[in-house]
């Protein structure tokens, strides 16, 4: 029995999807659940598994084609259908098929009518687990899975060096020095490997590219290429796309942070013991921000072509750079949440997004933009917006300088740049310099007898 695979709906929101990479060819065999084609959307890429165990008959769409959600993308030819009808009396399919389109003997040499072949059942969709996508989303990047794959090696079975147990390019290639165990899986420990000769297989060797050659993102060579993944294509042109379609314009204002670094220094143990989570300043600067848009709605508003629309809910997106992709994911009604409840939320979504664990949904449903940019030492910077939102914040490194405080005195208080860029479309310069007055106010007046 022939089973037709759709491109999946990786998410409420998402109506298409592109094919980065068949991991099957026509021809190969493919079991249940094994991972045989790679999806990418504009929210999240995923590797598709097989819903049943067969053998990919028919790709349908190509490497690098977007086609919309439920678009037929390949045919696999379901493994014991055949068997499975004979036991109930019936032929197989292919048989059936063979003997409706195989004519008549002619009998006494006259020319006998032949009818026309009944036209075989159309292979029946499949129905794809959305759960089990999302627990098939890559631990890690597209070019060390393909790296993987060209020494044959199960990444899967591979314990990670990387951050939070993520696979590394070397993991691989350690792996594949190991000799031909190791491209069946590295679950069981490995001794002296022979080759089909019996005797002890050379690992094999990995020469430097030739200038010219290709790296990948994470061990770029100088004077190579690195190809382009489906993330790094979507990221180029969403920021395209933001820059040419929403005029952006740019602000920046100093920010006291003592007493909210007194503040979070006085909590951190005690959140730390209550949660296993380290508290960090940017809950505090969340709560800040949705508080201001709460007295500014327009900046949580986005541009449409009938107008201006003010966004009712408040959720608040954290962009998080990792070493080959950036994501953006989302902390839902932001403004129902307790300083607390801001930290525990964004910390799950970090600690998500470094294991390459982030779902559709928690990528889905922005309204506005943060950006803890300073965490990489940076003072000052401007911020691509993120499409459909009207602007994005960020807050920089705390510097100790020496002020001149209301008193007309000097002393040395912890300052932070606060940035932002703007959709000049949906806000002006009045609207954007108050909300930023008005973060200012709220982070300087966060102190150290607040309350999580």
Same mark, same amino acid.
């Given at each position: 029995?022939?089973?037709?695979?759709? +491109?999946?709906? @990786?998410?409420?929101?998402?109506?298409?999807?592109?094919?980065?990479?068949?991991? $099957? $060819?026509?021809?190969?065999?493919?079991?249940?659940?094994?991972?045989?084609?790679?999806?990418s959307t504009d929210k999240v890429n995923a590797e598709?598994?097989?819903?049943?165990? &067969?053998?990919?008959r028919e790709v349908l769409v190509k490497e690098g084609?977007?086609?919309?959600?439920?678009?037929?993308?390949?045919?696999?030819?379901?493994?014991?259908?055949?068997?499975?009808?004979?036991?109930?009396?019936?032929?197989?399919?292919?048989?059936?098929?063979?003997?409706?389109?195989?004519?008549?003997?002619?009998?006494?040499?006259?020319?006998?009518?032949?009818?026309?072949?009944?036209?075989?059942?159309?292979?029946?969709?499949?129905?794809?687990?959305?759960?089990?996508?999302?627990?098939?989303? %890559?631990?890690?990047?597209p070019a060390v899975r393909k790296l993987a794959r060209?020494?044959? /090696?199960?990444? %899967?079975?591979?314990?990670?060096?990387?951050?939070? &147990? !993520?696979?590394?390019?070397?993991?691989?290639?350690?792996?594949?020095?190991?000799?031909? =165990?190791?491209?069946?899986?590295?679950?069981?420990?490995?001794?002296?490997?022979?080759?089909?000769?019996?005797?002890?297989?050379?690992?094999?060797?990995?020469?430097?590219?030739?200038?010219?050659?290709?790296?990948?993102?994470?061990?770029?060579?100088?004077?190579?290429?690195?190809?382009?993944?489906?993330?790094?294509? /979507? /990221?180029?042109? !969403?920021?395209?796309?933001?820059?040419?379609?929403?005029?952006?314009?740019?602000?920046?204002?100093?920010?006291?942070?003592?007493?909210?670094?007194?503040? !979070?220094? !006085?909590?951190?143990? $005690?959140?730390?013991?209550?949660?296993?989570?380290?508290?960090? +300043?940017?809950?505090?600067?969340?709560?800040?921000?949705?508080?201001?848009?709460?007295?500014?709605?327009?900046?949580?508003?986005?541009?449409?072509?009938?107008?201006?629309?003010?966004?009712?809910?408040?959720?608040?997106?954290?962009?998080?750079?990792?070493?080959?992709? @950036?994501?953006?994911?989302?902390?839902?009604?932001?403004?129902?949440?307790?300083?607390?409840?801001?930290?525990?939320?964004?910390?799950?979504?970090?600690?998500?997004?470094? %294991?390459?664990?982030?779902?559709?949904?928690?990528?889905?449903?922005?309204?506005?933009?943060?950006?803890?940019?300073?965490?990489?030492?940076?003072?000052?910077?401007?911020?691509?917006?993120?499409?459909?939102?009207? &602007?994005?914040?960020? +807050?920089?490194?705390?510097?100790?300088?020496?002020?001149?405080?209301?008193?007309?005195?000097?002393?040395?208080?912890?300052?932070?740049?606060?940035?932002?860029?703007?959709?000049?479309?949906?806000?002006?310069?009045?609207?954007?310099?108050?909300?930023? =007055?008005?973060?200012?106010?709220?982070?300087?007046?966060?102190?150290?007898?607040?309350?999580?």
């Amino acid at each position: 029995m022939a089973t037709t695979i759709t +491109m999946p709906q @990786l998410g409420e929101t998402v109506t298409e999807g592109t094919v980065a990479q068949w991991l $099957k $060819k026509p021809g190969d065999s493919v079991e249940k659940y094994e991972a045989f084609v790679e999806v990418s959307t504009d929210k999240v890429n995923a590797e598709v598994p097989s819903p049943v165990t &067969g053998t990919l008959r028919e790709v349908l769409v190509k490497e690098g084609e977007t086609v919309a959600t439920g678009t037929p993308i390949a045919i696999i030819d379901e493994v014991g259908a055949a068997t499975q009808s004979n036991a109930h009396g019936t032929e197989p399919t292919q048989q059936v098929a063979d003997a409706a389109a195989a004519p008549p003997k002619p009998s006494n040499g006259s020319t006998a009518h032949v009818p026309a072949a009944a036209a075989p059942a159309p292979a029946r969709p499949a129905e794809l687990d959305i759960a089990g996508l999302e627990a098939a989303l %890559r631990v890690a990047s597209p070019a060390v899975r393909k790296l993987a794959r060209e020494h044959r /090696i199960d990444i %899967r079975a591979l314990q990670g060096s990387g951050a939070n &147990g !993520r696979v590394t390019a070397q993991d691989v290639l350690t792996a594949a020095q190991m000799g031909p =165990a190791a491209a069946v899986g590295q679950a069981i420990a490995v001794g002296t490997n022979f080759g089909a000769t019996g005797a002890p297989a050379k690992p094999p060797t990995h020469a430097a590219p030739a200038s010219g050659g290709t790296s990948t993102y994470g061990e770029p060579i100088p004077g190579t290429t690195i190809p382009l993944n489906q993330a790094r294509r /979507i /990221i180029a042109q !969403r920021m395209v796309e933001s820059k040419h379609t929403a005029p952006h314009a740019w602000s920046m204002v100093e920010v006291d942070v003592t007493n909210l670094w007194k503040w !979070r220094q !006085r909590e951190k143990d $005690k959140f730390d013991h209550e949660t296993g989570m380290k508290l960090t +300043m940017l809950p505090f600067f969340i709560r800040a921000v949705v508080e201001s848009l709460g007295v500014f709605p327009l900046m949580n508003a986005r541009f449409t072509d009938e107008g201006i629309y003010v966004n009712k809910d408040v959720n608040i997106g954290i962009a998080i750079g990792l070493a080959t992709n @950036l994501v953006v994911p989302v902390v839902k009604h932001a403004d129902q949440l307790s300083i607390k409840g801001l930290a525990v939320a964004s910390a799950q979504l970090i600690d998500k997004a470094r %294991r390459n664990k982030l779902g559709v949904d928690d990528l889905a449903g922005g309204t506005f933009t943060v950006n803890n940019n300073g965490s990489n030492g940076s003072i000052a910077s401007a911020p691509i917006i993120n499409g459909g939102q009207a &602007g994005i914040v960020t +807050m920089e490194a705390m510097v100790k300088r020496p002020v001149v405080t209301a008193d007309d005195a000097i002393a040395i208080r912890s300052i932070m740049n606060v940035c932002l860029s703007l959709d000049h479309r949906v806000v002006d310069g009045y609207v954007a310099s108050g909300f930023l =007055a008005d973060l200012k106010r709220r982070l300087e007046a966060m102190g150290p007898t607040g309350i999580l």
